[in-house]
């Protein structure tokens, strides 16, 4: 009898997360577009690892010259061989940037305005989840917010000349759907000197809030440009983001929860890639866009 309620309780949870993993990836927004990008070039961060990888790869695929914006030299390498062995095409190369430090993210973009033509698709993307205390860079700067936001707030800025000069052209800042919980970012202490450090996850949604308001900001500043400015939430994505920093119990488990019911690599990459090619948004610009239609958010 309690072997029979046993079995019944397993097939019923099994065919619960089947049912939650089936509907949520079909529901998932595809990018279906068909522009090709020879003779474009993109930069996107973060590109050695999980949604940027693939969003890489993507562009790499459409026949971009993508640059692979990484902190970690030999394991982009790699990625870029992959990229290049997949895609066929060897346009793809690796230069280093430490997004949470800022001399790093000044010496990455001095590197490409004196060695680039033309960009036409910045893809903000790197990130790292909340820290549990608040830690600082050598800048001074709070890790998260420093990798997440201030790094692509600097980087942007010095490549904008650059993108203005290679319009029609565009900046895709990946974001998350938790910036919600962030709503308590207190914008004159956004190295948290003045209020007290949050919870880990507060941290990361707020640093991912910042990304929004960011992206609302410079799609202002560039109207009449030609330059577009947009962010997304990638969707609920099993990558190594789960893994990296400070795991307990609960993440365990909701990493595991994620690798079952959550979108992969790919899957994850279709917002950023539809932002950065699909003519649907040629004129469109100031948005958040999850599962590749304009998104919830709070701001
Ligand atoms: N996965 C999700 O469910 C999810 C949901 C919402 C939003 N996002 C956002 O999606 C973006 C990509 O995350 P992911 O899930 O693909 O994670 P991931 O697999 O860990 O990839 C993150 C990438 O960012 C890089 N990175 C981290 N810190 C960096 C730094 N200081 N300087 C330069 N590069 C750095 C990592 O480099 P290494 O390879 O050297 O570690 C890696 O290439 C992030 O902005 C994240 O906040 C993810």
């Not at 942007?156 to 800042?173: E, I």
Request: charged share 20%; net charge positive.
């Amino acid at each position: 009898m309690v072997c029979c309620v046993v079995t019944t309780v397993v097939a019923a949870v099994v065919v619960l997360i089947l049912t939650v993993k089936f509907i949520y990836r079909y529901q998932s927004g595809r990018c279906t577009s068909k522009t090709r990008l020879v003779g474009k070039t993109a930069i996107v961060t973060g590109a050695s690892a999980g949604i940027g990888k693939e969003t890489a790869r993507d562009l790499a695929q459409r026949g971009a010259r993508v640059i692979l914006a990484c902190r970690n030299v030999e394991k982009a390498e790699r990625i870029a061989e992959d990229i290049k062995k997949t895609t066929g095409n060897t346009d793809v190369v690796v230069r280093q940037v430490d997004t949470s430090d800022l001399t790093s993210v000044r010496k990455f973009a001095e590197d490409i305005l004196r060695t680039e033509t033309s960009l036409h698709i910045l893809v903000n993307n790197a990130g790292m989840s909340g820290m549990k205390k608040r830690k600082l860079t050598a800048d001074g700067l709070e890790v998260t917010m420093a990798t997440n936001h201030f790094g692509h707030f600097l980087l942007t800025n010095m490549l904008l000349g650059l993108l203005k000069a290679s319009a029609p052209s565009r900046v895709v800042t990946v974001s998350s759907g938790v910036h919600q919980f962030g709503s308590s970012l207190d914008v004159d202490d956004l190295n948290y000197e003045k209020n007290p450090f949050p919870k880990k996850m507060v941290i990361y949604s707020q640093s991912k809030l910042a990304n929004i308001l960011f992206t609302k900001e410079l799609s202002e500043k560039l109207r009449g440009t030609d330059v577009t400015a947009n962010s997304v939430h990638p969707g609920v994505v099993y990558t190594e983001i789960m893994w990296k920093n400070e795991t307990n119990l609960f993440t365990y488990i909701f990493a595991m929860l994620v690798r079952i019911m959550g979108k992969d690599e790919k899957l994850g990459a279709q917002t950023s890639i539809y932002l950065a090619v699909s003519e649907e948004v040629n004129n469109v610009t100031g948005k958040y866009y999850a599962d590749c239609k304009v998104g919830m958010n709070s701001v």
